[in-house]
């Protein structure tokens, strides 16, 4: 089946790209979104958009990576895919903060959160970045409440990925607090 391609090529190109072959893995992703749009399944276009920006993410390619994560979004919200839609949100605050545009990953991270059609992951992955920024603000007790929020998001998913992420803000309030010993 072309969708079944389509998300294997995708998935090909994001690995090649996290793993440094970024030229290689764009031209991938690249070319299973072109697949993926032909097949007229909205499911797997979603996929391969957000499977796209992810790579030129690992690419270094962020404003890229920022402006397909939109068009991932629009394409999601446009067809009501709401998981998809807010999976996108996500990975697209997380290089906003990345990149620095701190507002602009406030209030992404603001949808997130208050998309009805949010779940858990997401929500987890919108208070992991704030709890990153606000740490990094030196606001302590809210960037405490964000880690909370993201513990409680996660409780049920065992996420590796928050848990890894959230050792970042930890260690920056035990820098700010003078505890560097309990991050580790």
């Excluded at 979603?46 to 068009?71: C, N, P």
């Excluded at 992404?108 to 949010?118: A, D, K, L, W």
């Amino acid at each position: 089946e072309r969708g079944l391609l389509a998300r294997a090529v995708a998935l090909q190109g994001y690995i090649r790209s996290f793993r440094g072959d970024s030229e290689a893995g764009v031209e991938l992703a690249r070319e299973a979104v072109a697949m993926a749009l032909e097949t007229n399944d909205v499911t797997v276009t979603a996929e391969t958009y957000r499977h796209l920006a992810g790579t030129m993410e690992y690419a270094s390619k962020f404003r890229q990576s920022i402006d397909v994560y939109e068009t991932a979004y629009q394409f999601c919200s446009t067809n009501k895919l709401d998981y998809q839609e807010t999976q996108c949100l996500g990975c697209m605050s997380w290089v906003l903060m990345r990149l620095g545009d701190w507002k602009r990953c406030f209030e992404t991270c603001r949808e997130i959160i208050e998309h009805p059609g949010s779940e858990a992951n997401s929500k987890a992955t919108a208070n992991s970045v704030l709890a990153v920024i606000r740490s990094y603000r030196g606001e302590i007790k809210t960037a405490r409440k964000h880690l909370a929020l993201t513990a409680q998001y996660t409780s049920g998913i065992n996420s590796t990925i928050h848990k890894l992420i959230n050792k970042w803000p930890e260690a920056l309030i035990a820098q700010v607090e003078n505890d560097t010993g309990n991050t580790l």
